[in-house]
């Protein structure tokens, strides 16, 4: 009996190890092949190759004996198994072409039926329908995002999403919090068009993952990625008022390597002055930017995967009246003029490791430091600024779930020195001002998949210590529910919180003669934000028409906000915490069409009321339409040699800052006149060469005398922040693209 015990005992192992097959996927050097894909047909039990590029895969219960290796870049093997135990394919490489030309059209606006967030993606296609010189002239054809000027004598611009300052949406670059404080003035204007690849819009709560800040929304700028970019891009536009901007992109390939390197640069208009109020209606603006960004690896595969960027940005801008010289006026009160060097370079990385298709580490880091040295009339502002921000993430993929958890480390250092040459005008906010901020952050969010995966579930916190104020919570939650494949409703809710840079997001402060009283100690901005979308996509079997219909309503409720409050005095402008009711009601529909390819139609309406009340006084804000259409339409004919794009834009009247107490000379109306802008751009392809021209604003509007006190830009009441329109009427503009292809890139 022992015997016959000890027999079964040594062939149990043997036949446990019968209902696996062991073996090894290699090339024909006998180089193992990692991360191959080992399968059944007609089966999902499949495994990948470890790191000498061996397996081990279950025979159980399997029928059609079968056995599939693939590997990206080699033709796949398929080996049919009787009684064997060890397997050893021996994968081919494809034969490569010389090259390869591929046709087709992207679609110019994609939101995803997956995403559990509705994020709008802006691609090339849609970039291309107008000049997009810079990051702010992106969104002419989007009723989400609106790009506002801030400042005429600087020409400052921000961008808008729920009727809210631009200081609440999250504006990233590759996914990195790079236009921060000094950097939020001119930053969106320092992205040349020709760097951006796609623009992912969201709005209200979204992810944890990038930070705390997030409140009416998110805008993530993808640059060009050195692998799936032009060899050789150059671009050339001009403006009739003679403002030039040259682009130039290079790509280079070595091994697993890919390097794009870009220049940027324009160079000043002439000075312009048409409603002869002695000042520019635009500044004289110089820059150059050199950037460079690598690539290792793809982030999809196993192993190690990594993308560096390196910028380095020089900018100056001129303003103020037409006869002001910097090197003789700059500060004296003989003329007014404004000047601002910016010197700013920068580095960011996103390197992870890649264990397996569950897990995965990638660790996120950017640093950036400026030099800003201004004037504004009698204001020099001089300011350095010192950023870093790091980020470690653990991703977890498991069977309907994606975890996300991990560790965050932001550090801000900024200097702002306020001096006056001139005493005559009563100001007291001269001095120097430093902000010193180290915040060190913990964070999870899971994504889970329920009912087939028809319903998702974001969950997503984190906890935030500020050296100042202490522990912040930002908890958030997204739903996304199909009611059918193509009718899809999601909804939000989350908090968000930020610290406020006042100088650099209120540069009118600094231009105008109001002075700046601080009655308290500023506390950090918080708001409640929650929304509801619902989106209906349509198209037909023969692909002739396609489309969408969206609806959404979001609502914001600050518990604390700051904002100047221009309407007091208006030879002052008070800065203090707001704690009372101070919301935002967004409603935005969208209808879009897509007719044989050819043409395209999208119209969108956008309704805002946004509103403080002041004892029991509903107080609208200013500088926000109630209601704003937009609508645009497109032509490509089936040879796709040229396209035609127009887009029109309406905005309704607009609360204006109270003027009631100033001289009659120096008063304005309380809201704004609606208006209407048409743009329209032709564009010519040949081969390697584009040619495109435009006009923007074709029926010449312009806001007549934006400057209050332009006539003695030194009183008390001097002030160039109500610009609610455009200032400088119809601009022409034409341009040339050049580029070589990528044909590796399939």
């Excluded at 996120?364 to 030099?371: E, H, K, M, T």
């Excluded at 000379?665 to 040619?691: G, I």
Aim: hydrophobic residues 35%; positive net charge; charged residues 20%.
């Amino acid at each position: 009996m022992k015997k016959y015990i000890f027999i079964v005992g040594l062939l149990f192992p043997l036949g446990a190890l019968a209902q696996n097959i062991i073996g090894k996927v290699t090339n024909p050097k006998k180089e193992p092949l990692i991360g191959a894909s080992v399968y059944w047909l007609g089966t999902n039990i499949g495994v990948t190759t470890g790191d000498n590029g061996d397996f081990e895969i279950s025979v159980k219960e399997i029928s059609n004996k079968k056995l599939i290796a693939n590997y990206v870049g080699y033709s796949s093997d398929t080996i049919t198994v009787s009684n064997q135990t060890y397997i050893d394919f021996t994968l081919r490489e494809t034969k490569t072409l010389n090259e390869v030309i591929i046709q087709g059209q992207i679609d110019g606006i994609i939101i995803s039926n997956i995403k559990p967030i509705k994020t709008e993606q802006i691609t090339q296609a849609e970039l291309a329908k107008s000049a997009c010189c810079d990051l702010a002239g992106c969104f002419e054809t989007q009723t989400t995002v609106q790009a506002q000027t801030t400042n005429v004598i600087t020409n400052s611009k921000e961008l808008r999403i729920l009727g809210l300052s631009g200081i609440y949406n999250q504006v990233l670059i590759d996914g990195l919090p790079m236009i921060q404080g000094l950097s939020y003035t001119y930053g969106i204007s320092s992205i040349p068009g020709t760097l951006v690849d796609n623009i992912f819009i969201s709005k209200g709560a979204n992810s944890v993952l990038q930070g705390y800040e997030s409140i009416s929304g998110q805008i993530n700028v993808i640059t060009k990625e050195p692998d799936k970019t032009d060899r050789l891009l150059l671009n050339v536009y001009m403006n009739n008022f003679m403002e030039k901007h040259i682009n130039a992109n290079f790509l280079q390939k070595k091994g697993k390597w890919s390097n794009l390197t870009a220049f940027h640069s324009v160079q000043p208009a002439n000075k312009i002055d048409r409603d002869h109020d002695n000042f520019l209606d635009l500044p004289l603006l110089t820059r150059y930017m050199v950037s460079n960004k690598w690539k290792y690896g793809n982030e999809k595969n196993w192993g190690w995967s990594s993308k560096i960027g390196l910028r380095v940005l020089n900018e100056q801008r001129v303003g103020g009246q037409t006869f002001f010289n910097p090197e003789n006026d700059k500060g004296s009160t003989r003329l007014y003029g404004q000047s601002v060097n910016i010197n700013q370079p920068e580095i960011w990385t996103k390197t992870g490791y890649r264990l397996n298709d569950k897990h995965n580490i990638v660790f996120f880091a950017s640093g950036f430091y400026q030099q800003q040295n201004s004037f504004f009339g009698t204001v020099k502002y001089n300011a350095q600024q010192s950023n870093f921000y790091g980020n470690i993430q653990y991703e977890l993929d498991y069977a309907k779930h994606d975890l996300k958890a991990g560790m965050s480390y932001r550090h801000l250092n900024l200097n702002e020195d306020i001096t006056f040459t001139e005493k005559s005008i009563p100001r007291t906010y001269a001095g120097n001002y430093h902000r010193l901020e180290n915040i060190p952050g913990l964070f999870a969010e899971n994504t889970m998949l329920f009912f087939k995966n028809k319903l998702s579930w974001i969950l997503g916190v984190r906890a935030d210590h500020h050296n100042q104020f202490g522990l912040n919570f930002t908890p958030r939650t997204l739903l996304k529910f199909d009611l059918a494949p193509n009718t899809i409703v999601r909804a939000s809710i989350g908090t968000g919180w930020r610290t406020v840079n006042l100088f650099s997001e209120n540069i009118g402060l600094l231009v105008s003669s109001r002075n700046i009283i601080f009655a308290e100690q500023l506390q950090p901005e918080k708001a409640l934000n929650w929304g509801i979308n619902i989106m209906q996509k349509f198209e037909t079997n023969s692909e002739n028409l396609s489309g969408y219909f969206s609806a959404d309503y979001y609502r914001t409720e600050f518990q604390n906000q700051i904002f100047p409050d221009y309407d007091s005095d208006p030879t002052k402008a008070i800065i203090k915490n707001f704690t009372g009711t101070s919301v935002s009601n967004g409603f935005q529909t969208e209808l879009y069409f897509k007719i044989y390819k050819q043409v395209e139609f999208k119209t969108g309406y956008n309704f805002l009321d946004v509103y403080k009340l002041v004892g029991n006084s509903k107080q609208e804000l200013p500088f926000n339409s109630r209601n704003r259409f937009l609508s645009t339409f497109s032509y490509k004919p089936p040879s796709n040699n040229f396209h035609f794009d127009v887009n029109v834009h309406w905005m309704g009247e607009q609360r204006l800052p109270s003027t009631k107490s100033n001289p009659i000379a120096f008063q304005r109306p309380d809201f704004s006149k609606p208006f209407t802008l048409v743009n329209t751009q032709f564009t010519y392809r040949f081969k390697k060469f584009e040619v495109y021209a435009g006009c923007e604003n074709v029926f010449d509007f312009r806001q007549q005398k934006p400057i209050i006190g332009w006539q003695d830009p030194f009183s008390p009441y001097f002030d160039t922040s109500s610009v609610w329109g455009p200032t400088r009427g119809r601009e022409l503009y034409i341009g040339f693209r050049f580029k070589i292809m990528n044909n590796t890139n399939i």
